[in-house]
T-cell receptor, first 114, second 115 residues
């Protein structure tokens, strides 16, 4: 089976712009979670989607949003980019989203905001 | 809220030696799961090993094993016969059992294997 894929792998944006990142889960996985990784804050949970519904959300401002499609692919959007949004954004998928399941991570999208 | 603490920011060890990475966590729940993930320089997060809190037996996966002390809320990772490919950031993570997909991560330990 193919692993979790994320596109694009690298992105450079300027402050005020918006960005959309994409994640394709492992085939058959219905839960997709997003994490932000920065040197200062470490790995932080953004949100989780299951069957096109957001089930769980981390402590991030409303500029961060996401959605999931019927094929389980997910996108996250960040509007009005700030310098502090520069980070590695990781997507992870699991079968049904239960806590006992292992999450499998994609290679990440590295976002640089100038 | 649960927290995960990794008190060793960096460690280094000679190739073929054994190294133990520490992790403690805090939760009031009784049913949960613990994970060790490895993040090499490529940045791909890879599962190393997982432990179910209800299991007393420590998980093992080839050269990797854990020492799970539930009462002490401790979950250390032992890497035996360390190899150059083990060089990476190692993250300890926690999740609940019930419908909550969120992983809470520690701050990580940067492990360097010296040839």
């Amino acid at each position: 089976k193919a692993g979790v894929t994320q596109t694009p792998r690298y992105l450079i944006k300027t402050r005020g712009q918006q960005v959309t990142l994409s994640c394709s889960p492992i085939s058959g996985h219905r839960s997709v979670s997003w994490y932000q990784q920065t040197p200062g804050q470490g790995l932080q949970f953004l949100f989780e989607y299951f069957s096109e519904t957001q089930r769980n959300k981390g402590n991030f401002p409303g500029r961060f949003s996401g959605r999931q499609f019927s094929n389980s692919r997910s996108e996250m959007n960040v509007s009005t980019l700030e310098l502090g949004d520069s980070a590695l954004y990781l997507c992870a998928s699991s079968l049904d989203g239960r806590g006992k399941e292992t999450q499998y991570f994609g290679p990440g999208t590295r976002l640089l905001v100038l | 809220a649960q927290t995960v603490t990794q008190s060793q920011p960096e460690m280094s060890v000679q190739e073929a030696e054994t190294v133990t990475l520490s992790c403690t966590y805090d939760t009031s729940e009784n049913n949960y799961y613990l994970f060790w993930y490895k993040q090499p320089p490529s940045r791909q997060m890879i599962l190393v090993i997982r432990q179910e809190a209800y299991k007393q037996q420590n998980a093992t996966e080839n050269r990797f094993s854990v020492n799970f002390q539930k009462a002490a809320k401790s979950f250390s990772l032992k890497i035996s016969d360390s190899q150059l490919g083990d060089t990476a950031m190692y993250f300890c993570a926690f999740s609940f059992n019930f419908g909550n997909e969120k992983l809470t991560f520690g701050t990580g330990t940067r492990l360097t294997i010296i040839p």
